[in-house]
C-alpha cells in the first residue's frame, strides 16, 4: 500500500473553493463526508476567521444545498452541509480510493491524504486530470505495516519499558532494570531503546496534518 499527499488547486465552482478564496484566512476541516450518486453531505469545522460572513456566503452559494450549523463562536463554527457538487469525493468515488479525515482547505488550495495501491492512486491523479483540476504531488511513500516497524528486539524491549513504567511519571524502571529484565547489557538496551523510539515517533509523526517529510535519500 502507498501512502500520498496531494495539493490541489480547486477550480471555481465548488462551495469551498469560492468561499474559502473570499476568507482565504479561514481554515476549512472537512472531518466527514459521503458522495453518493447525486448530492454530497459534509460536516466541517471552520476555524481563523470571522464566522458570521463566512456562513452567510455558504448559506447563499448555489451549489450548496442544505446548511445546519452545530456550534459555533465568533472565529469557529462546525457545519453540516450538503452539496450539490462534491468534486474531490467523486473524484476519489471514482478512483476507488477515500480521502483520509480531516481534509484541509485554505484559501481554494486543499490538502489531501490517501491510502492505497498504486494502481488506485494513479486512477486520482488520472481523474483530476480529466477535470481539469491541477494538483502537485507532494509525496508518495509506501506504508508500513506496525509488524514491520520494528524488530523483535526492539519489540521487545519497547514493550517491556512501557510495562515495566520506564515511561510513566515519575519512572518507576530505570535503564539498568530494563536491561536486566530482557537480559542485555545496558549499553544494548539503550541503543535499541533509542531505535525503536525513533522508529515511532518518525512514523507518528508522518501521520501528524501539516507535516512534509523531506525525502533526503531521494535528493542527495
Do not use: N
Amino acid at each position: 500500500m502507498s501512502q500520498a499527499r496531494l495539493i490541489v488547486d480547486l477550480p471555481e465552482g465548488p462551495w469551498v473553493a469560492d468561499v474559502s478564496r473570499a476568507h482565504p484566512e479561514a481554515t476549512f476541516q472537512v472531518l466527514t463526508a459521503l458522495a453518493g450518486d447525486g448530492p454530497g453531505f459534509a460536516l466541517v469545522w471552520i476555524t481563523g476567521a470571522p464566522i458570521d460572513p463566512i456562513l452567510d456566503d455558504m448559506a447563499a452559494h448555489p451549489a450548496v444545498t442544505e446548511l445546519s450549523v452545530a456550534q459555533r463562536t465568533e472565529r469557529e463554527a462546525t457545519v453540516q452541509f450538503e452539496t450539490s457538487a462534491p468534486l474531490l469525493l467523486i473524484a476519489a468515488k471514482r478512483a476507488g480510493v477515500p480521502i483520509e479525515m480531516p481534509l484541509e482547505i485554505r484559501d481554494g488550495e486543499a490538502t489531501i491524504d490517501v491510502t492505497g495501491p498504486h494502481d488506485r492512486l494513479s486512477a486520482l491523479a488520472a481523474q483530476f486530470d480529466d477535470l481539469g483540476v491541477p494538483f502537485e504531488v507532494r509525496y508518495v511513500r509506501e506504508r508500513v505495516e506496525p509488524s514491520e516497524l520494528l524488530t523483535d528486539a526492539q519489540r521487545e524491549i519497547l514493550l517491556a519499558a512501557v510495562e515495566s513504567g520506564y515511561y510513566d511519571t515519575p519512572r518507576t524502571c530505570s535503564l539498568t532494570d530494563l536491561a536486566d529484565r530482557v537480559g542485555v547489557a545496558k549499553s544494548t538496551a539503550s541503543e535499541t531503546l533509542h531505535r525503536a523510539e525513533a522508529a515511532v515517533i518518525r512514523e507518528f509523526v508522518d501521520d501528524l496534518p501539516g507535516y512534509v517529510r523531506e525525502e533526503r535519500s531521494e535528493e542527495s
